[in-house]
């Protein structure tokens, strides 16, 4: 093997639980682990990072990694973690959320390669589809007993009296649905490994367990812990909801700028988690950080490995180009240089009036639009003192009392960006 798997997941943190026999068997030859990966959005978000980096620390390693989607389970719904059941989806929304999914997961995973330990993505709606409730229950159920059902936490904490809603057959069976998909696995690939969040435990366990009474097999588990920020809140959501990888639905500025405003000890426990630097030169940048902290090198190194990972150099290029317009550091050139979305993320919250475009085609006087158009200061008199005071800036360069907001002016052929000083801000929209 390339390099010791449990060593390197277990200095970068992201070992929760794992069971005994597992570091001898990986380091005996080549093995295949599997994680499991929820459907039911037609993206992964930053919450899903963790398992990703835990199958491509073992793609590294030497191993083979399995993806598996969970069509069938996605059906269903998982009881751990959760206080109420989660809606079912069709299949065609399914396939469509499978081949989103697998594109994202092609930018950590070599599914291509030539080599043994090429990558895989399965879907368990392709082996439970046909798998008739008969044959079910005969085949699988008839070697787990309710009894270490019941025992599973997962299933305790939802039908104990603090959970009004109580909990369907349909997730009780659940952990016998994930147990066999670790059978099947097994057998169709000797995948001898899962992993997954600690919450997943006893989900993973029931699969070892059906592996051992069914085929006298041994299966192993791995757990890394549920990521959560130093204040106690929760990681990958913001007041707007999930960090997600899509573009479309977190555009790359807000996901750079998600892991470039971590906190000073959240940005050294993320750093190992979510990038592939060796343990020396994260050393290094932790130690540099402490000595200047207000440089914030470890965000910014983290920010910027995790962006180019997920959306590519030329994003993150344009991302920090964005971050420099918030921070006042930029010129016209940089405004008009960004994609809309972008401009409108950067400038989110800033008050906005909107103008007639003939106006601006004439040439809209500097005064008139802050204070007719838009009431960004509150009289012509302030407007023009500001100006003489060389105060006013649209789209960043200042300007003088006879300037004309004209067509060229136009960002993205619609927005003008008016300042007064370095932090107020007001955005006139060309209609």
Not at 263 to 270: G, I, L, M, P, T
Not at 312 to 341: M, R
Not at 390 to 419: H, P
């Given at each position: 093997m390339k390099n010791d798997f449990i060593e390197e997941v277990?200095?970068?943190?992201?070992?929760?639980?794992?069971?005994?026999?597992?570091?001898?068997?990986?380091?005996?030859?080549?093995r295949a682990a599997y994680v499991g990966i929820d459907p039911t959005a037609d993206s992964l978000h930053v919450g899903h990072l963790v398992g990703v980096m835990?199958?491509?620390?073992?793609?590294?390693?030497?191993?083979?990694?399995v993806a598996?989607?969970?069509?069938?389970?996605?059906?269903?719904?998982?009881?751990?973690?959760?206080?109420?059941?989660?809606?079912?989806?069709?299949e065609a929304t399914l396939k469509h959320n499978q081949n989103s999914i697998k594109f994202q997961l092609e930018k950590f995973l070599d599914f291509n390669s030539q080599d043994e330990n090429a990558a895989v993505l399965v879907n368990n709606y392709d082996w439970m589809k046909s798998f008739s409730f008969i044959d079910f229950i005969r085949d699988v159920g008839k070697h787990i007993t309710v009894n270490y059902m019941m025992a599973k936490d997962s299933v305790k904490k939802r039908l104990s009296a603090e959970s009004k809603e109580g909990?369907?057959?349909?997730?009780?069976?659940?952990?016998?649905v994930q147990g066999y998909d670790f059978l099947h696995l097994y057998r169709s690939l000797k995948c001898s490994l899962q992993m997954g969040g600690s919450d997943q435990w006893g989900n993973i366990t029931t699969g070892t367990e059906l592996i051992r009474r069914i085929e006298q097999g041994k299966g192993f588990a791995l757990t890394c812990p549920l990521i959560t920020k130093a204040d106690g809140t929760k990681f990958g959501k913001t007041a707007s909801g999930n960090i997600w990888l899509d573009p479309k639905k977190t555009s790359p500025f807000k996901f750079y700028q998600f892991w470039l405003n971590t906190s000073d000890d959240d940005a050294e426990k993320f750093i190992k988690i979510f990038t592939f630097k060796p343990k020396d030169e994260?050393?290094?940048?932790?130690?540099?950080?402490?000595?200047?902290p207000h440089l914030r090198v470890l965000q910014k190194a983290l920010a910027t490995d995790i962006t180019i990972a997920v959306h590519g150099k030329d994003e993150l290029e344009n991302a920090q180009k964005a971050s420099n317009i918030l921070f006042g550091k930029s010129t016209f050139e940089d405004l008009n240089s960004i994609e809309e979305q972008t401009f409108l993320d950067v400038f989110e919250g800033v008050p906005t009036a909107e103008v007639e475009k003939?106006?601006?085609?004439?040439g809209l006087d500097i005064v008139e639009a802050l204070t007719t158009h838009s009431n960004f200061l509150a009289s012509k008199g302030e407007a023009r003192r500001a100006l003489k005071q060389n105060a006013i800036a649209v789209n960043k360069e200042k300007v003088s009392v006879d300037f004309k907001i004209e067509t060229q002016y136009l960002l993205s052929n619609k927005y003008v960006l008016?300042?007064?000083?370095?932090?107020?801000?007001?955005?006139?929209?060309?209609v």
């Amino acid at each position: 093997m390339k390099n010791d798997f449990i060593e390197e997941v277990s200095w970068r943190g992201m070992v929760h639980d794992v069971m005994p026999g597992t570091q001898e068997h990986l380091n005996e030859s080549m093995r295949a682990a599997y994680v499991g990966i929820d459907p039911t959005a037609d993206s992964l978000h930053v919450g899903h990072l963790v398992g990703v980096m835990l199958l491509k620390h073992f793609q590294l390693a030497g191993h083979k990694p399995v993806a598996l989607i969970g069509g069938a389970t996605g059906m269903i719904g998982d009881p751990s973690g959760k206080s109420e059941e989660r809606n079912l989806l069709d299949e065609a929304t399914l396939k469509h959320n499978q081949n989103s999914i697998k594109f994202q997961l092609e930018k950590f995973l070599d599914f291509n390669s030539q080599d043994e330990n090429a990558a895989v993505l399965v879907n368990n709606y392709d082996w439970m589809k046909s798998f008739s409730f008969i044959d079910f229950i005969r085949d699988v159920g008839k070697h787990i007993t309710v009894n270490y059902m019941m025992a599973k936490d997962s299933v305790k904490k939802r039908l104990s009296a603090e959970s009004k809603e109580g909990m369907s057959f349909t997730e009780f069976t659940y952990q016998l649905v994930q147990g066999y998909d670790f059978l099947h696995l097994y057998r169709s690939l000797k995948c001898s490994l899962q992993m997954g969040g600690s919450d997943q435990w006893g989900n993973i366990t029931t699969g070892t367990e059906l592996i051992r009474r069914i085929e006298q097999g041994k299966g192993f588990a791995l757990t890394c812990p549920l990521i959560t920020k130093a204040d106690g809140t929760k990681f990958g959501k913001t007041a707007s909801g999930n960090i997600w990888l899509d573009p479309k639905k977190t555009s790359p500025f807000k996901f750079y700028q998600f892991w470039l405003n971590t906190s000073d000890d959240d940005a050294e426990k993320f750093i190992k988690i979510f990038t592939f630097k060796p343990k020396d030169e994260i050393e290094e940048l932790i130690n540099s950080h402490k000595n200047a902290p207000h440089l914030r090198v470890l965000q910014k190194a983290l920010a910027t490995d995790i962006t180019i990972a997920v959306h590519g150099k030329d994003e993150l290029e344009n991302a920090q180009k964005a971050s420099n317009i918030l921070f006042g550091k930029s010129t016209f050139e940089d405004l008009n240089s960004i994609e809309e979305q972008t401009f409108l993320d950067v400038f989110e919250g800033v008050p906005t009036a909107e103008v007639e475009k003939e106006m601006v085609d004439e040439g809209l006087d500097i005064v008139e639009a802050l204070t007719t158009h838009s009431n960004f200061l509150a009289s012509k008199g302030e407007a023009r003192r500001a100006l003489k005071q060389n105060a006013i800036a649209v789209n960043k360069e200042k300007v003088s009392v006879d300037f004309k907001i004209e067509t060229q002016y136009l960002l993205s052929n619609k927005y003008v960006l008016l300042s007064k000083g370095k932090k107020q801000n007001y955005i006139l929209i060309a209609v």
